[in-house]
């Protein structure tokens, strides 16, 4: 079985924190993502990597940096934070032909 | 107007009862997935499909790509069957989703 993990469901954190969000694969997929998912918006694509030190900005980059030094491991990291990126963060990964496979989800409040 | 347009939105259903969800999109792609989750939970995939039909137990997806449009449908509803479901597609060569908003599903004893 493809397992995603990431390293918190909960978070809180404070204005201006930096903050890491870290999801690590187990299965040599080549692609990860990060996704936020709000009301009424659905899931958006922050950044994705197609592999290891490779990133392509998704749709709402603005506010979010990405680090992938390993090929399991994916990282988010949101430099300073704001109130305004509270929201439910997923990872996902996926070989390239074949479906794609979700972490549980961080839950991220920014105070 | 959104890529991936799904219907309906909300839904309310008693148990047992034959279930569609639709989703219609408006580019090319190259495969569409739905996927489910629940309540507090993960995103789980249920279905990835480029064609025809699949069926995983009560869960039965097909696709017509000349419509361009795509149906979940689950029989014998079940309140474990209560969740959001999600229509996303694959466009072109890149690996990235674009996704629908989501149906919302209600199963009642």
């Known amino acids: 079985d493809v397992k995603v993990t990431q390293s918190s469901r909960y978070l809180v954190k404070r204005t201006g924190e930096k903050v890491f969000l870290e999801c690590v694969q187990d299965m040599d997929h080549e692609n990860m993502f990060w996704y936020r998912q709000d009301p009424g918006l659905g899931l958006r694509l922050i950044y994705f990597?197609?592999?290891?030190?490779?990133?392509e900005k998704g749709d709402i980059p603005e506010g979010y940096s990405v680090s992938r030094e390993k090929k399991e491991r994916f990282s988010l990291i949101l430099e300073s934070a704001s109130t305004n990126q509270t929201s439910m963060y997923l990872c996902?990964?996926?070989?390239?032909?074949?479906?794609?496979?979700f972490g549980p989800g961080t839950r991220l409040t920014v105070t | 107007k959104n890529e991936v347009e799904q219907s309906p939105q909300n839904l309310t259903a008693q148990e047992g009862e034959f279930i569609t969800i639709n989703c219609s999109y408006s580019v090319g792609i190259s495969a569409l997935h739905w996927l489910q989750q629940h309540p507090g939970g993960g995103i789980v995939s249920l279905f990835m499909l480029s064609s025809g039909k699949k069926k995983h137990g009560r869960l039965i997806a097909t696709i017509n790509i000349q419509e361009k449009h795509s149906s979940l449908h689950i029989t014998a509803s079940h309140p474990r069957d209560s969740a959001v479901y999600i229509c996303a597609v694959y466009t072109g060569t890149a690996s990235k989703l674009t996704f629908g908003t989501g149906t919302r599903l209600q199963v009642t004893l």
């Open positions: 996902a990964s996926r070989r390239f032909g074949d479906e794609q496979y």
């Open positions: 990597s197609y592999d290891v030190k490779m990133k």
